[in-house]
Nanobody, 124 residues
Framework: QARLIQSGGGSVQAGGSLTLSCVIS????????LGWFRQAPGKEREGVAI?????????YYADSVKGRFTISRDNAKNTLYLQMNSLKPEDTALYYC????????????????WGQGTQVTVSS
């Protein structure tokens, strides 16, 4: 089974930037689809972005973060990243990385392996 360990996050003022990292421990890391999800207070967990298998099959972003966030992966390091720029207060949430070896969609039910979550707080 896979293990996902997150790092990064923190507090930043609106307009600032943060980078999240997620190290995936699995033998066939390069075959997996990876995603970032977040859960804000009082809301259900929602998809943020996904990056397809091998890092060469494209990415997909939620409309709310498109143009501001960038998802990437370093297969040599088995690491997933989320670069967040132009952060807004509404980006405040607990962020989770996730991995799946079955399909690739921005839907929680597609992912069986999850990171522990990291808090991102954006002040106005």
């Amino acid at each position: 089974q896979a293990r996902l360990i997150q790092s990064g996050g923190g507090s930043v003022q609106a307009g600032g930037s943060l980078t999240l990292s997620c190290v995936i421990s699995y033998d066939t890391y390069s075959d997996c689809c990876l995603g970032w999800f977040r859960q804000a207070p009082g809301k259900e967990r929602e998809g943020v972005a996904i990056i397809y298998q091998f890092g060469g099959q494209g990415t997909y972003y939620a409309d709310s973060v498109k143009g501001r966030f960038t998802i990437s992966r370093d297969n040599a390091k088995n690491t997933l990243y989320l670069q967040m720029n132009s952060l807004k207060p509404e980006d405040t949430a607990l962020y989770y990385c996730a991995a799946t070896w079955v399909g690739c969609k921005l839907e929680m039910r597609e992912y069986a392996y999850w990171g522990q979550g990291t808090q991102v707080t954006v002040s106005s």
